[in-house]
């Protein structure tokens, strides 16, 4: 029988209800040499007694001291909101706790780096939540690109566009920066910046804009008009350590994208590109001879050989965005289990914060920043 790792969920809503998802259906498909145990999910609302009941969770708390503090806990799961990341998280490394943490890591990087010091230190497995990494189509490009199919690589272009927000959407969390740290750079550009280290390499440089387009929002619970200090959009340019350059762009406001993250990636012999919105697809262009026969194609990604296809349906048979966090979550317990480094780490969580803070630098005081 597999070992037994006992999970303590922080946050129950949006995230956690994926992160649950993941923790019941994982077991069914994947054998990562231990199985998670929904033990106790913690909340503060409250709707969070009838949350984990749904969800199918043993227990429930309204304190998460009281699921770090808890001897019985192996993994601790961070999906609350960014503001709580760094305490939970040091709190949980001084317990001996493995750590997985949604994205961003942080409100800032030296908060990241706290939190990374604090996972070492302790000799703790950590894991942040890029979970688009786990995308098979995604793998794909990557195998591509190490295997020096697409030659050198040039360019890469990267959009991550919603339309959730408009003059009507009520306020909330995500626009207060005391809360969300910043808006559509560190909620959906840190997904691209981190597909962007994923694919190509590490950023050096940087130049950006972003604005806030839409000022105010009404509180729900007052009635009163309240100011948004996060951004809209943003964008920015990149340089990177390979000699390749980058565009970027994101928004929350780009009517009729829902969860359009868009990539590129050119080459000297080729070209990749990817929609997450056809996730199961992964466009591919190579430079031929033959002129007249050149052209990108479109692959369906769910052959046996493809990542992590084997354990789900016969070819052709799609996945969705849900499967993607148990991808994640297999990838975290095997380290667990074979005691060594995860990925994306704490250190891709912290370098991911250092690029936002460097674009937010950029757009500023308009000027390139270096990392």
């Not at 993941?22 to 503060?44: E, H, N, T, W």
Request: proline share 2%; net charge negative.
């Amino acid at each position: 029988m597999s070992r037994k790792l006992n999970v303590g969920l922080i946050g129950h809503k949006f995230m956690g209800r994926a992160h649950s998802n993941a923790l019941r259906d994982i077991s069914m498909f994947f054998d990562a040499g231990a199985q998670p145990y929904m033990k106790v999910i913690c909340g503060v609302e409250d709707d969070i007694a009838q949350a984990a009941e749904k969800y199918g969770w043993e227990s429930y708390e309204t304190d998460w001291r009281k699921v770090v503090d808890n001897p019985e806990i192996d993994i601790i799961d961070i999906s609350s909101t960014g503001v709580t990341h760094m305490e939970i998280a040091v709190a949980a490394a001084k317990a001996g706790k493995h750590i997985i943490c949604e994205k961003p890591l942080s409100m800032t990087a030296a908060e990241a780096r706290a939190m990374y010091d604090a996972v070492v230190e302790n000799k703790v497995k950590h894991m942040v939540n890029f979970c688009y990494r786990r995308v098979p189509a995604v793998a794909l490009a990557k195998e591509l690109i190490e295997s020096g199919q697409l030659g050198e690589i040039y360019h890469f272009k990267a959009i991550y566009q919603q339309d959730w927000v408009d003059a009507d959407c009520p306020y909330v969390w995500r626009f207060d920066k005391k809360l969300a740290g910043a808006g559509s750079m560190a909620d959906k550009g840190s997904h691209i910046i981190d597909l962007a280290r994923f694919l190509v390499g590490e950023i050096t440089e940087v130049a950006g804009m972003s604005g806030i387009y839409i000022k105010q929002h009404k509180d729900p619970a007052t009635g009163e008009m309240k100011d948004v200090t996060t951004d809209d959009a943003a964008m920015f340019l990149a340089k990177f350590e390979c000699g390749a350059m980058g565009v970027f762009e994101t928004s929350r406001i780009s009517v009729g994208y829902k969860n359009a993250l868009q990539f590129e990636v050119n080459g000297s012999k080729g070209c990749v590109r990817f929609n997450l919105e056809r996730l199961n697809e992964l466009d591919v262009y190579f430079a031929e001879k033959n002129k007249t026969t050149m052209g990108f194609k479109t692959i369906l990604v769910t052959e046996p050989q493809h990542a992590y296809m084997k354990h789900w349906w016969p070819q052709g048979h799609i996945i969705g965005w849900e499967h993607l966090f148990i991808h994640q979550y297999y990838e975290f317990i095997k380290a667990i289990v074979e005691d060594r480094d995860a990925e994306p780490s704490f250190y891709d969580g912290m370098v991911n914060m250092q690029v936002i803070e460097a674009v937010e630098k950029a757009a500023d005081e308009k000027i390139w920043v270096k990392l």
